[in-house]
């Protein structure tokens, strides 16, 4: 089995990139692609452990678009750290990030929230990996939310008063960043989209027609007949269903690597087929 959806302290997880290798290794996973968002930075270690392990590791990351006023999450496959059109782009999104985090910790204190850049980027373990659920953590510690859920739902989620929107892509722009890169993109989790079945057909349609070869089906927090659904909804538009756990360590404890729940197996020869489906 395989997991193509993880994520390490590069990003917004909670364990370093060599310890989720360890992880899928621990859960009898052939290969493993870590997806950290809007960076590859991870991916050097992971490979290393990776292969001293005797693993296959998917280079990738996780960028969050813009698609017809929803929030969409783009998985990009086979892209290495180094120079590309989607490197520079990555680059970029995170520099805006970083900008976005400053307005919105300046935010919380006009709130009367009193969280601190330097304590956001300590949380993170760096600038540049730093988001919305490091600031949620601090808000924690601080006793000013009661979880992370809560800092979300009261301050800092879509629509709450400290929420700071960051610069976003098309998914089209990304498939197209991601080629020119040597690489695949992959819808994530097509379920939080919070479309209607007959809505998010029309979606996917309109997404593999922009440049997007998969979409995640087996996902660590679906349910079988979810799952089911999906690979059938990938299937009639010519995509490969894909899987991954999403883990993200203790920021989300109930997913593990490899088996997400409990029940996930993601078959090897699903990364074949996203291979296949490679530029050039």
């Known amino acids: 089995m395989i997991d193509l959806h993880t994520h390490s302290s590069a990003s917004d997880g909670t364990d370093p990139p060599a310890v989720v290798v360890e992880r899928a290794a621990a859960a009898g996973c052939r290969a493993v692609a870590l997806t950290d968002h809007d960076t590859l930075v991870g991916v050097p270690a992971a490979r290393e452990r990776a292969a001293a392990l005797g693993l296959s590791l998917v280079p990738g990351c996780e960028v969050s678009c813009a698609f017809g006023g929803h929030s969409v999450h783009v998985l990009v496959y086979f892209v290495e750290p180094g120079e590309g059109p989607l490197q520079v782009e990555l680059g970029r999104l995170r520099g805006d990030r970083v900008a976005r985090n400053r307005r919105l910790v300046a935010r919380l204190a006009e709130l009367g929230l009193p969280v601190a850049y330097d304590e956001v980027v300590t949380e993170a373990g760096g600038e540049e990996g730093a988001g919305r659920p490091h600031v949620a953590a601090v808000m924690v510690a601080k006793g000013l939310a009661e979880s992370t859920d809560d800092a979300f739902a009261r301050w800092l989620g879509q629509g709450r008063p400290a929420y700071v929107p960051k610069a976003r892509l098309s998914p089209a722009e990304v498939a197209g960043l991601a080629a020119g890169s040597g690489g695949v993109a992959v819808l994530a989790h097509p379920l939080s989209l919070g479309l209607s079945p007959p809505a998010l057909d029309g979606a996917v349609a309109e ?15 679906y349910a079988p007949a ?8 990938a299937a009639r538009h010519g995509l490969v269903a ?39």
């Open 226 to 233: 979810e799952r089911r659904a999906l690979a059938s909804l």
């Open 242 to 280: 894909t899987g991954g756990s999403d883990y993200h360590g203790a920021r989300k404890p109930d997913l593990s690597v490899g088996t997400g729940l409990g029940d996930l197996r993601v078959d090897d020869d699903v990364l074949e087929r996203l291979a296949d489906r490679r530029p050039g």
């Open 207 to 221: 997404l593999a027609g922009g440049g997007l070869v998969g979409l995640e089906a087996t996902y660590g927090a």
